[in-house]
């Protein structure tokens, strides 16, 4: 089991670009999660998928974030345009719906830095 | 508004010593407790995890004590060592899989 795969690890774009950020996550997880980490608020949950179906995205700061899962095994995460205060460490996370006892299974993160 | 609240943001512990975690939350309909343990550059990932019909959980040198009248639980560390130099989140969930995060404390173990 690879477990939930991120990329890139790394971003560093310009303000006002569009970012994408992707993410498999685990094979038979049927729960997606979207995390924003700062040092300032700690990880904040954005948005979260259930059987492919947005189920809350009230954590999604405003209207220049959008997140898709096309199909169990893709998500994606768009910034457009993006600004400086986006810089931070994006998670996404993997579960089995109902089975909390295994909890999330996180990625590695993408570190974006907008300059 | 944070659901879950941890204290302390940060913490220096000795080699040997015991590291303690705190967390509270206001909620009654919680139900599940886990932490997860963080390394620089990686995910959070599950460290150990209660219930609230048992009040104290132990794994190893991990144990979580857990007090449902006064909502809260903290996750202490006995004999804490270099390697456990890392961030550690509290969460609490609901039936209904979504966990909510405290803010995280940075332990640091001095040699």
């Known amino acids: 089991d690879a477990g939930v795969i991120q990329s890139p690890r790394h971003e560093v774009t310009e303000m006002g670009q569009e970012v994408t950020l992707r993410c498999k996550p685990i094979?038979?997880?049927?729960?997606l999660f979207w995390y924003r980490q700062t040092m300032m608020r700690g990880l904040e949950l954005l948005i979260y998928?259930?059987?492919?179906?947005?189920?809350?995205d009230s954590g999604m700061p405003e209207d220049r974030f959008s997140a898709k899962m096309p199909n169990a095994s893709f998500s994606t995460l768009k910034i457009q345009p993006s600004e400086p205060r986006d810089s931070a460490v994006y998670f996404c996370a993997s579960s089995l719906r109902g089975v909390r006892l295994y909890g999330y299974t996180f990625g590695s993160g993408t570190r974006l830095t907008v300059v | 508004q944070q659901q879950v609240k941890q204290s302390p943001q940060s913490l220096i512990v000795q080699k040997g010593g015991i590291s303690i975690i705190n967390c509270a939350y206001e909620n009654t309909a919680f139900d599940y407790f886990p932490w997860y343990q963080q390394f620089p550059g990686k995910g959070p990932a599950l460290l150990i995890a209660?219930?609230?019909?048992?009040s104290e959980k132990k794994e190893g040198r991990f144990t979580i004590s857990f007090n449902k009248s006064a909502k809260q639980f903290s996750l202490h560390i006995m004999d804490s060592q270099p390697g456990d130099s890392a961030t550690y989140f509290c969460a609490a969930s609901a039936t209904g899989n979504q966990f909510y995060f405290g803010t995280g404390t940075s332990l640091t173990v001095i040699p």
């Open positions: 209660i219930r609230p019909d048992v």
């Open positions: 998928f259930n059987n492919n179906v947005p189920i809350d």
């Open positions: 094979s038979g997880h049927n729960s």
